[in-house]
């Protein structure tokens, strides 16, 4: 059983639309890390929230912390062909384990 | 700088042999992680160093794996008797301390025939 469901597993949309992927436990996380993932690479941390309610922009990105602190999302506003990978939620419980969620492989088509 | 580097990229073993994966972290960070990633999962965790600390096997799924920190700086992680579940890629991530962010290696695909 995931700690942290991530939905949808699979996101297929045209260059310039938007889309946004979620993230949502039944637990309480100190802070939320979000990752992006390429084939045959390690995951790449893009953002970390930490208040419950927070939003964070990265250019085209948009992260957003519940205000319980147990869900997360991301929101990508015009979306290009370089956003395409695999997007990772994770949570820390305030040890040093990572909780991570199965992830949305998104694909953006040209 | 260099980032986190595994060894071997990839890996095909027969069922019941003994496998070694590599892991040479960040320079200066103290802070080791193994995880394990499954196809249509997450990453799992199976196991933090931490200095010159116990390590934390909690995550470990049996007694065939274990892994050990030589010096503070490399990482092995051993499979004995390996069983076709253990087919995955294994990541390695380092940190500078505790909780900050983790850094992650391009992982080692396992594939056990």
């Known amino acids: 059983t995931q700690l942290l469901e991530q939905s949808p597993q699979f996101l297929s949309i045209q260059e310039g639309e938007n889309l946004t992927v979620y993230c949502n436990s039944s637990?309480?996380?100190?802070?939320l890390q979000w990752y992006r993932q390429e084939p045959g690479e390690g995951p790449v941390l893009l953002v970390t929230?930490?208040?419950?309610?927070e939003v964070k922009k990265l250019k085209r990105l948009t992260f957003q912390f519940g205000d319980a602190r147990k869900d997360s999302s991301l929101h990508i506003t015009a979306a290009q062909p370089g956003d395409t990978g695999l997007y990772l939620c994770?949570?820390?419980?305030?040890?040093?384990?990572?909780?991570f969620g199965a992830g949305t492989t998104v694909t953006v088509r040209a | 700088g260099a980032g986190v580097s595994q060894s071997p990229s990839n890996k095909v073993t027969e069922k019941g042999k003994d496998v070694e994966l590599r892991c040479d972290p960040i320079?200066?960070?103290?802070?080791l992680y193994w995880y394990r990633q499954s196809l249509g999962q997450g990453l799992e965790f199976l196991i933090y160093?931490?200095?010159?600390?116990?390590?934390?096997k909690s995550g470990l799924p049996s007694d065939r794996f274990s892994a050990e920190r030589t010096g503070g700086s490399v990482s092995t992680l051993t499979i004995q008797r390996t069983q076709q579940e253990d087919s995955a890629v294994y990541l390695c991530?380092?940190?500078?301390?505790?909780?900050?962010?983790?850094?992650f290696g391009p992982g080692t695909r396992l594939t056990v025939l």
């Open positions: 160093f931490q200095g010159n600390s116990a390590p934390d």
């Open positions: 929230v930490v208040t419950g309610g």
């Open positions: 637990s309480v996380f100190s802070s």
């Open positions: 991530a380092s940190s500078p301390v505790r909780g900050t962010e983790q850094f």
């Open positions: 994770a949570g820390d419980s305030g040890d040093y384990k990572l909780s």
């Open positions: 320079s200066g960070h103290t802070a």
